[in-house]
C-alpha cells in the first residue's frame, strides 16, 4: 500500500505555475486536487484526469477528504475494467460504513450494465439480482422467477410478446424483502425495473450506431436492484417487493410484429405501432404485479426514451409522476443523495397521446422518436397500468444511465445514478 500513489486534496489554489485554473497539481508523492466551493464535481473531474494517466490504483491521503468527496473521487476515477481500486482516506466509523455499503452498489449494478448481452441473459439477469440481495441478506429475502411461457399462463403478456422472437426465454422476478418476520407484513414499497438485456429494436429494427449500446438497455433492472442492495446495507427495515420484467428484442419467425394486439391482464389492449418502443411494453405487466402488493409507493425505472436524452442530457435522470407531491420529494431525495435529477410533466391527457384505431391504445406513435413530448407520452402509457390513479407511483427514466464515451466526469459505460436516491426514498416514504 505504501508504493501506491497517493493523492491529496487542498482548499488551496494551485501553485501559480500550473495555471490559473488548474484543479490538480503534483508533488513527490503524488497529485493534489485543489477545490473550491463546488468540491464534488472539482474532485470528479480531477479524478477522471488522474485515471486517464493510466493509474491502477489510488490512495487518498491527508486531512480534508470529506465523505461526498471521496466518494466523488471514486465516480470520476472507476471504469468498467477498474471498479474497486481506491484506497479511502481516514474517515469516522459510519463514513466508511457508508462509503462500503455505497461501493457494494455502485459496483454490482455497473459490472450488469457492462456486462456483454451474449453473457447476460434475461434469466440470468433475474437470477444475478436474486443472488446479490439474498447475499445481503439471506434471512429475510424469497424469490419467484417466471419464465417463458409460464408467463402468459400468469397473464404477463407484455414481457413475453417482446422476448419471444428470442431463443433465451424472458422472465420476471419478483422478490421480497421482508425483514419484519411477519409473512402478512404489508409491502411498504414495490420496486419496478426495465430488464432488456438486448434491443435490437425488434422489427422496427435499429440502425447500427443505435444498436452498439443497447446491452444498456437493462439498465432499470440494475438500478432498482442496486437502489435496494443499497438500503439494504444501511439498515432498511422495510418490506419491499423488487420486480424485473426481463426479456431481449430479438427478430425471428414468431417475433412479434407491428400490428399485433396484445391484452393485458387488466383488460387493457395495445397496438404494436413500433416494436422499439419494447421498454413500455414489458414496464405495463410490473407496474400492474407492483399494483397487485398493494404497496403506497411504486417507483420504476428504465432507459425508456431518447426524448429524455433530447430534454435533460446525460447529466440528469428524468423524473414524471401524476402523484406531484411524490415527485417534488423524490427531486429533494436526489438533491440530498447528490444525484442529478429533473422532472418532466406527466398529466391525465398524456395516457391518450398514442391513439389507436384497433384497440384502448398503441404503444407510441408511428413517428420517429414518437414524435413530440415522447418521455411524457411514454410516462402517459405507463400509467394505464398503475393502481390508485397514480398516486404514489414515480417513473424515472434514466438518460444518465451510461454513457457511449467517456467525459469530464465520467468513463463510458454505466453510471448507476439513481441507486441512492432510490435507496433512500424507500427509507423515508410511508
Not at 20 to 42: F, K, M, P, R, W
Not at 373 to 385: D, P, Q, Y
Amino acid at each position: 500500500m505504501t508504493d501506491m500513489m497517493k493523492v491529496k486534496i487542498s482548499s488551496q489554489a494551485a501553485p501559480a505555475h500550473w495555471g490559473e485554473q488548474a484543479i490538480l497539481s503534483a508533488d513527490a508523492e503524488g497529485y493534489v486536487i485543489h477545490t473550491s466551493d463546488n468540491c464534488t464535481e472539482t474532485v470528479q473531474r480531477a479524478a477522471r484526469k488522474i485515471e486517464a494517466q493510466g493509474m491502477k490504483e489510488v490512495t487518498l491521503a491527508g486531512a480534508g477528504w470529506e465523505l461526498e468527496c471521496q466518494w466523488a473521487f471514486v465516480q470520476g476515477f472507476t471504469t468498467p475494467s477498474k471498479l474497486n481500486n481506491v484506497t479511502w482516506a481516514e474517515a469516522s466509523k459510519e463514513d466508511l460504513a457508508e462509503l462500503n455499503a455505497r461501493l457494494s452498489a455502485m459496483v454490482w449494478t455497473r459490472t450488469m450494465v457492462n456486462e456483454t448481452p451474449e453473457e447476460l441473459s434475461p434469466v440470468k439477469l433475474a437470477k444475478s439480482a436474486a443472488d446479490y440481495i439474498q447475499s445481503l441478506a439471506p434471512e429475510h429475502v424469497s424469490f419467484e422467477t417466471i419464465i417463458g411461457d409460464e408467463l402468459l399462463e400468469k397473464q404477463w403478456a407484455g414481457i413475453h410478446a417482446v422476448g419471444r422472437g428470442s431463443d433465451r426465454p424472458p422472465a420476471m422476478l419478483v422478490l421480497d424483502y421482508n425483514p419484519t418476520g411477519d409473512a402478512n407484513a404489508p409491502v411498504d414499497a414495490a420496486l419496478v425495473g426495465k430488464g432488456i438485456t438486448f434491443d435490437s429494436g425488434g422489427y422496427s429494427i435499429k440502425a447500427s450506431e443505435g444498436m452498439a449500446s443497447m446491452k444498456c438497455d437493462m439498465g432499470g433492472a440494475a438500478t432498482v436492484t442496486g437502489g435496494l442492495g443499497l438500503a439494504i446495507q444501511r439498515g432498511l427495515n422495510k418490506r419491499v417487493k423488487l420486480i424485473l420484467c426481463c426479456a431481449e428484442n430479438l427478430i425471428n419467425g414468431v417475433a412479434y410484429k407491428l400490428g399485433d394486439i396484445l391484452t393485458y391482464k387488466n383488460g387493457t389492449t395495445v397496438e404494436v405501432v413500433n416494436t422499439d418502443a419494447e421498454g413500455r411494453l414489458v414496464l405495463a405487466d410490473g407496474l400492474m404485479a407492483a399494483g397487485e402488493t398493494g404497496a403506497p409507493l411504486v417507483i420504476d425505472a428504465a432507459t425508456l426514451t431518447g426524448a429524455a436524452l433530447v430534454a435533460v442530457g446525460t447529466e440528469y435522470y428524468a423524473t414524471m409522476a401524476l402523484d406531484k407531491e411524490l415527485q417534488q420529494r423524490m427531486l429533494g431525495y436526489a438533491a440530498a443523495e447528490k444525484e442529478n435529477a429533473w422532472g418532466l410533466p406527466l398529466e391525465k391527457f398524456h395516457a391518450n397521446n398514442c391513439p389507436s384505431a384497433y384497440a384502448d391504445t398503441a404503444n407510441s406513435r408511428p413517428q420517429k422518436g414518437g414524435g413530440f413530448g415522447g418521455a411524457s407520452n411514454a410516462a402517459g402509457f405507463l400509467s394505464r397500468f398503475v393502481a390508485n390513479e397514480g398516486k404514489g407511483w414515480i417513473h424515472m427514466d434514466l438518460a444518465s444511465a451510461f454513457n457511449n464515451s467517456p467525459n469530464g466526469l465520467w468513463s463510458a459505460g454505466a453510471s448507476a445514478l439513481g441507486i441512492r436516491t432510490i435507496a433512500r426514498a424507500i427509507a423515508e416514504e410511508g
